[in-house]
């Protein structure tokens, strides 16, 4: 594969950029690239350098919200970082994805990246201006390209910063979870169409999409071929409508670019920094990476924020103020970009400096212990800290069970009742709305964060606002009594329930819940979102052999695996567990009819049941540290 390079742009004195160098990949498509060099006189310099690589769908001469820093707060274009990357000595690439801005080809969500970064990288290998060493790093999709790419071992890959992103598995977290559909792959197709090529070269194609009412339709889910916002641009259609409807876990999602899980044993210990934050949509998938990647001879750090998707300078998300050592920067090092120049200096430029930073397996913020104030801007102040570790979850920790009662209480105690359940009817025609989460992508129809549990007009779907989510008959709330001492959770959440519903498919739901105490500043209390999962009952035997529940099946017990997180709660507060059976818009409402994923137009009501006694001991178990 060959491909000519563009003449030099002197941009400064010292540094050249060869703009849209068309990289041929294997199946002809050519690849938009730009390549960073330092110069001197205007002409590129032609000494061997390590080289830093970013493959992107957002625009590679674009600028990436997220690079910035609390002592520069305004982001930095692509050229301005690869600017100051070259003059650290190394030649910088940025390339667009297959179909996306300058690129040829056609684009497909995540299912061309590892062929097309392997591919980029053999060429990028073989340049005489490259010494052998390639590092990459991303943030989000920019994350996926490179799990994708190391998936196949390409040559001169030396290491990796996965920053939010790099699917373990996205049948399991990212494109689906627990067996539900996540709908920010809806509002992502929606909002990345009208960037396509197809939307850029035809103004009337984009003029149609934006005229779509993107709330309306979510009024009108599930989508279908042709009935769909998205239907301007046939290929991200029917990308999305192929995510959505394929609902076993079979070959389809056993890909590269989909499914690293599958990959670890054979793929090379390359030197990785996984990143990612509790209230982002990938904590599972890091966490999974990490502990699949994990081996003797593979350096590997781990750092888990408490951050929405990539927001590491900041410290506020959602309606939550986390605290001045909510960010990376002046906690984990001085800032993002400065964490990286160590990591790539140690594992690019072979540096044998004392880093004590990179030394550090695990660095984790834990949630909590704010106080629980309103500030002056209006937020609540949870607060937190930063902690290390040398592994994931903590080693000092253990699980701890709390049992769900009949009369709505969360002890440690196992009910002795010989039989209780508690039943509800989930209507799909009236989900229990999204407030918040481990969120992303999700504009204009929802967001992530912290916020208390109760309805508001700003967010999608809310009837009652001013009403607690725990007034709601199809709501069930279980909570500790007042706690006598700090509760600090940091590791896996499991929620394992016994139900029965006269559905031939449901979902459950749970939510983990901080219930701060009745304040001055808040008289209700607050009742803060932790983390949450969802279950789809038709999987309750496995992800690859879905079944329809039979009229006479009975009890069955099934396990709810919201994120993993890392939370004080605080003496005096309520450990709290909502169960439902939706949480939309995050996840698709399951139309309780049985029929194939993503396809029915009607709907019936459930009687859903949660099973309570001595037999059926549904619970909550939560991975705890010493206080």
């Given amino acids: 594969m060959t491909a000519d390079l563009t003449p030099p742009i002197a941009l400064t004195a010292d540094v050249v950029v060869h703009r849209d160098v068309m990289i041929p990949m294997r199946d002809g498509v050519r690849l938009a690239t730009d390549i960073y060099r330092p ?70 969500k995540y299912l061309n990246e590892g062929e097309d970064g392997y591919d980029s990288m053999v060429w990028i290998e073989a340049q005489p201006w490259n010494n052998g060493r ?76 934006e005229a779509e009412d993107l709330h309306g339709w979510f ?54 920094i996984l990143m990612s934050s509790w209230y982002d949509a990938y904590v599972h998938t890091t966490l999974e990476n990490y502990q699949g990647l994990k081996k003797p001879d593979r350096p590997l750090i781990l750092i888990m924020g408490c951050w929405t998707h990539g927001n590491r300078s900041q410290r506020v998300f959602g309606d939550v103020d986390f605290g001045p050592a909510a960010p990376f920067d002046g906690q984990v090092d001085e800032d993002w970009l400065s964490f990286r120049m160590r990591w790539f200096k140690r594992w690019l430029k072979a540096s044998q400096e004392p880093e004590p930073l990179l030394d550090t397996a695990v660095h984790y913020f834990l949630m909590g212990g704010g106080g629980g104030a309103k500030t002056p801007e209006g937020h609540m ?104 001492a700090d509760v600090i959770v940091a590791g896996p959440i499991t929620v394992r329930l016994h139900v029965s519903t006269d559905a031939p498919d449901t979902d459950f739901t749970a939510k983990l819940v901080d219930v701060y105490p009745p304040s001055e500043d808040y008289p209700r209390g607050y009742a803060l979102n932790i983390t949450d999962g969802i279950f789809r009952l038709r999987y309750r035997h496995s992800f690859e052999k879905p079944a329809l529940v039979g009229p006479d099946e009975g009890v069955m017990e099934i396990e709810i695996t919201p994120f993993a997180t890392a939370n004080r709660f605080c003496k005096g507060h309520r450990i709290r567990v909502d169960i439902s059976s939706s949480n939309f818009p995050k996840y698709d409402v399951n139309p309780n009819t049985g029929e194939p994923e993503g396809t029915s137009r009607i709907t019936n009501i459930a009687r859903n049941r949660v099973h309570l006694d001595a037999t059926h001991l549904s619970h909550i178990e939560l991975y705890c540290l010493p206080s």
């Fill in 134 to 209: 390639i590092g990459t790093m991303g943030l989000s999709y920019d994350a996926h390209t490179q799990m994708a790419m190391a998936c196949l071992n390409p040559p001169g890959l030396a290491c990796m910063a996965v920053d939010s992103g790099g699917f373990s598995n996205a049948f399991t977290c990212g494109i689906r979870q627990g067996g539900a559909f996540e709908l920010k792959q809806a509002t992502w197709a929606y909002n990345r169409a009208k960037e396509a090529p197809l939307a850029q070269n035809n103004p009337l194609i984009r003029a149609a999409i």
């Fill in 219 to 272: 009024g009108k889910m599930p989508w279908t071929k042709g009935r769909s916002p998205v239907k301007w641009d046939p290929d991200y259609e029917t990308y999305l409508l192929d995510q959505w409807q394929n609902g076993t876990f079979d070959d389809f999602w056993k890909k590269v670019g989909i499914w690293a899980a599958g990959y670890y044993e054979q793929m090379d210990t390359v030197p990785t």
């Fill in 39 to 108: 110069a001197g006189d205007g002409e590129a310099a032609h000494d061997p350098l390590p080289v830093i690589f970013e493959r992107t769908p957002y625009d590679k001469a674009g600028t990436p919200r997220t690079e910035l820093s609390l002592r520069d707060p305004v982001p930095a274009s692509r050229e301005a970082l690869a600017i100051r990357l070259v003059r650290e000595g190394y030649v910088v690439i940025w390339q667009d994805c297959r179909g996306r801005y300058r690129s040829e080809g056609t684009f497909t």
């Fill in 381 to 484: 102040l949870h607060g937190g800290e930063w902690r290390k570790s040398t592994d994931w979850p903590p080693p000092e920790g253990k699980p701890v069970r709390y049992f769900m009662h009949g009369d709505m209480q969360l002890s440690q105690m196992e009910p002795t009742e010989a039989e209780r359940h508690i039943a509800y009817d989930f209507d799909p025609r009236d989900p229990v709305p999204t407030i918040g989460g481990s969120l992303t992508s999700g504009e204009p129809i929802f967001s992530g964060g912290g916020f208390d549990q109760v309805e508001r007009e700003d967010f999608y779907g809310c009837t009652n606002p001013g009403m607690p989510l725990s007034a709601r008959k199809d709501v069930l709330s279980f909570q500790t009594e007042p706690l006598e």
